[in-house]
Structure formats: structure tokens, C-alpha cells
Nanobody, 126 residues
């Protein structure tokens, strides 16, 4: 499976971006897709994931209320709408796929993900 994340760029504080993650294929029994970010000198952070089995959506506390994850089955895509961005959101954002059932903890950390796409840079600066 190949994943491609795109949609990053430079945006001013308070602005918005929508990231897209396109997968080469979706299977009916795929478990979840998540978004992760990593800033220079920092550990990878699980930003959000969507569980396909029950529709549950996870958001890290740092983005809750500002980011929204969604899925379009017809386009094999998962999106991350990011609003009210601030400089602390600056990072490389990547998406990943969990093919099989995985715990909430493992999905948040990324350990439960099976395939990763290359990241897209998001820079929030005035």
C-alpha cells in the first residue's frame, strides 16, 4: 500500500490548511488511518486518527477543537482540516494506515500503523 500526504504549506497564525492523504487502495477490513507530526528536535506526535470499524475519531489535546479528520471512500482519501493554526503546529505531517485491529494506545503512538507515507511540511509563521 502506498500513501501520499500533501496539502502542506506556509500559513499565517490563525489560518487554515487542509491536508490530504491518498491511499493506493482501501480494503473493507482496514482498521484506521492516522495523522502524525514531527517538529525539529521533538518526538513524533499522534495528531488524529479515524477508526473505520466504528467511526471513532481521536484528537490529541493540542489540536482538539481546531483539527477535523474525515474520510472519502470514493477517493481513497483521508483529510485533516486544520483551523486556527498557531506556530506550535509547525511540523512535518505524515499519514499512516493500520490494516489490522490495534489498540487506541498503539494507534496514537504509531506503533499500530503498518504503512507510512512521506510527510508534508506545515509552517505557521507571520
Amino acid at each position: 500500500v502506498q500513501l501520499q500526504a500533501f496539502g502542506g504549506g506556509l500559513v499565517q497564525p490563525g489560518g487554515s490548511l487542509r491536508l490530504s492523504c491518498t491511499l493506493s487502495r482501501f480494503r473493507l477490513d482496514d482498521w484506521a488511518v492516522g495523522w502524525f507530526r514531527q517538529a525539529p528536535g521533538k518526538e513524533r506526535e499522534g495528531v488524529s486518527y479515524i477508526n473505520f470499524s466504528d467511526g471513532y475519531k481521536y484528537y490529541a489535546d493540542s489540536v482538539k477543537g481546531r483539527f477535523t479528520i474525515s474520510r472519502d471512500k470514493t477517493k481513497n482519501s483521508v483529510y485533516l482540516q486544520m483551523d486556527n493554526l498557531n506556530p506550535e503546529d509547525t511540523a512535518v505531517y505524515s499519514c499512516a494506515l493500520a490494516e489490522e485491529a490495534s489498540s487506541d494506545r498503539d494507534l496514537r503512538s504509531g506503533e499500530g500503523m503498518d504503512y507510512w507515507g512521506k510527510g508534508t511540511q506545515v509552517t505557521v509563521s507571520s
